[in-house]
């Protein structure tokens, strides 16, 4: 039976379970106590009578009715709310008792969920990377882009530098707006822009540190989680490299907010510039930073002002510091003066300059006169002004600490806001990509145990684990699958905090906490035997006992520890978790594809001919098909075999894979 004709069978069992529980609590209720509403309101002999004698049986039994009737609509509010939360992939506005939430996800039944949204069960398989430029998106509306208060009108058929619409960018419709992220909220644009970036390290370098807090949190608004209480088998395995291949292909202008569901770009801040004031001030520019960083934008400012805004460790794309103010205007000065010799400048009947967008960020005290001079000069040359404060000559814009931003009580939209953890977590993830080989991760694998364990656990490919009672034991509850898989990946164990953290990070603190007790409950069910379970607690760090449990993983990586490499590769059957596509995963995938692909190809340089030389070097491009260690390996095989057909074309193979991500801007 396939898989979507068993979602629907399980979808109507649930849908008929539910519909005869709920209609049989209520029939019976009828039955035994009558209709829920009296026919006529108590009389005042009545109401005398019931003083007298309170406690008769009619009496008893009403309030009895009573109670039972309450409980039933309770039911039914409880499934409706769990229905709402689990579609809208948010958390619920309202936390009832432990035991109503989880009667009503039994009766709820979560195939009915999982039919009605299968997208959420894998990323999007990509048949070609070649997305739409988000620089070209158009407003889907009908009334063209929102231009903020103290903006000019552009000319007709002006483009606004960033008007793409939302409903344009290729995600969720419920999350169109913008992302809310640990630290600030980030439009689309910067959300897409920060994905790409992400996807063309993990194609293209060699070390993938661990996904931050705030990469996870756009990864599961992009491709949302699996709900940790779902009863839910994995989908057939995507090909998560044309994922990757998508976000890396996707280009974003440098958008500092949204109005309406229209990208503010920099084309749509004041010609006179502006000035950034209000609670959220600082954290909206240091959004107009990370947009820069993500596009082809470059913001000007001085090192003092980028100190006062975060301290970075890290240097951030798109982001030119001065030593003082003077050397700032003097700079912006400069390129208008280059702009306008190397090219024509704008009229009103052009709509773009063709220059790339140029920022300056100033303080308040700089002189107004010469700032709003070289505004002026600028406004047709792509060039705009910020002022950390007020700014009479041109606009001043108010933040709050949400990022919905006025203007003279005029409402602007909501720009992007970050706190200064946030800005660095992005000056990090948008690290040039590594080209070391890979390595072996520090964590060593436990030895195999010296006797065969009674539990195994296969998380290269489909997650499987064999019990004594079950060689195919399904994990039910998908948090359980997740800590199953990320404990194997950290043999050294994980404290609590950081299962919360990567696995119901998308939970309020207290939901996760009962979801994290309720999985873990499960997994020491599954995985004990003579009383003794294979997870174990020391203080408040969890771990599996390698001498209970063996992990396929494990001894891959005890095989390249010790030099079997044949049959570490042999073991590799296929990316970790295949199927899943939670937030913390395309990290731990891309390290074992590297360490597979670079494992082939020291295989093909040692093979004893030609022939196992192609044929290590073509698996390792099966695996990792961005390992140029692979490609020269099969190129240099084919050479020896006399194949310069077969050589030339793989090399144009591996120019154009590597072509389909662009070079990340340093």
Not at 166 to 179: C, H, K
Not at 229 to 247: Q, Y
Not at 375 to 391: C, F, T
Not at 522 to 548: A, F, G, H, K, Q
């Amino acid at each position: 039976m396939t898989a979507p004709i068993a979602r629907a069978f399980r979808m109507l069992a649930s849908l008929l379970l539910t519909v005869a529980l709920l209609g049989g609590a209520a029939a019976a209720l009828i039955w035994w106590a009558g209709r829920p509403l009296p026919a006529h309101w108590p009389s005042a002999a009545q109401w005398a009578s019931f003083a007298e004698h309170p406690l008769t049986y009619p009496t008893i039994k009403s309030v009895v009715a009573v109670a039972g009737w309450l409980l039933l609509l309770l039911l039914v509010f409880s499934i409706g709310l769990e229905a709402w939360t689990r579609l809208a992939h948010r958390p619920p506005p309202l936390i009832l008792p432990a035991p109503m939430r989880v009667l009503a996800a039994g009766m709820l039944g979560t195939s009915v969920i999982a039919l009605a949204a299968p997208a959420h069960a894998a990323a999007p398989a990509v048949a070609t990377p070649t997305t739409p430029d988000l620089q070209s998106a158009r407003p889907a509306t009908g009334h063209g882009p929102a231009t903020p208060p103290g903006t000019p009108s552009p000319p007709a058929g002006a483009d606004h530098g960033g008007g793409a619409a939302a409903s344009d960018l290729d995600q969720p419709a419920d999350t169109s707006r913008g992302v809310e992220v640990p630290g600030g909220w980030v439009v689309w644009p910067l959300a897409a822009g920060i994905l790409a970036a992400t996807a063309i390290n993990l194609l293209q370098s060699r070390t993938t540190p661990p996904a931050s807090a705030l990469l996870r949190a756009i990864r599961a608004a992009r491709h949302p989680v699996i709900d940790p209480a779902a009863d839910e088998h994995p989908a057939a395995g995507g090909d998560d490299i044309a994922a990757l291949e998508h976000d890396a292909a996707t280009t974003a202008p440098h958008t500092i907010g949204v109005q309406h569901r229209t990208a503010i770009g920099i084309a749509a801040l004041p010609r006179h510039g502006v000035g950034i004031t209000g609670p959220g001030g600082a954290d909206a520019l240091r959004g107009i930073l990370a947009a820069a960083a993500c596009t082809t934008s470059t913001v000007i400012v001085t090192g003092d002002l980028v100190h006062s805004l975060a301290s970075l460790s890290e240097p951030l794309p798109g982001l030119r510091t001065t030593a003082d103010l003077h050397a700032a205007l003097h700079a912006v000065q400069m390129e208008i003066h280059h702009r306008y010799t190397t090219g024509t400048p704008p009229t009103e009947s052009t709509a773009d300059s063709g220059h790339p967008p140029l920022l300056l960020i100033v303080e308040p005290q700089a002189p107004p006169g010469r700032v709003a001079a070289l505004a002026e000069l600028g406004a047709d040359l792509n060039i705009r002004i910020v002022v950390a404060g007020p700014w009479k000559p041109g606009a001043t814009w108010s933040v709050d600490r949400h990022g919905h931003t006025t203007c003279n009580s005029e409402n602007v939209g909501r720009l992007n806001i970050l706190n200064p953890a946030a800005l660095a977590q992005i000056a990090h993830t948008l690290q040039p990509p590594t080209t070391e080989p890979a390595t072996i991760p520090p964590a060593a694998a436990p030895s195999p145990p010296p006797r065969l364990a009674p539990f195994h656990l296969h998380v290269l490919g489909r997650v499987r684990l064999s019990t004594p009672a079950d060689p195919d034991t399904h994990i039910r509850r998908s948090g359980s699958r997740q800590i199953a898989v990320y404990l194997a990946l950290h043999p050294d164990g994980a404290t609590r905090d950081e299962l919360l953290e990567h696995i119901f990070g998308h939970m309020t603190r207290a939901s996760a906490a009962g979801s994290l007790n309720s999985c873990l409950y499960e997994i020491r069910r599954l995985l004990s035997i003579d009383d003794r379970s294979v997870l174990t607690r020391l203080d408040d760090s969890y771990r599996l006992d390698p001498d209970m449990i063996t992990v396929d993983w494990w001894q891959l990586l005890h095989d390249l520890q010790h030099g079997h490499l044949e049959h570490a590769v042999a073991s590799y059957l296929g990316p970790i978790a295949d199927g899943h596509t939670w937030d913390w995963l395309p990290e731990h995938r891309q390290t074992a594809r590297h360490l597979i692909a670079d494992t082939h190809a020291r295989l093909a340089h040692t093979a004893s001919s030609s022939h196992q030389a192609l044929e290590h070097a073509l698996a390792g491009i099966t695996v990792d098909p961005y390992s140029q260690a692979c490609y020269q390996a099969a190129i240099d095989a084919h050479q020896h075999l006399g194949h310069s057909a077969q050589a030339q074309t793989l090399h144009a193979q591996m120019v154009q894979r590597l072509n389909r991500t662009p070079p990340r801007r340093t």
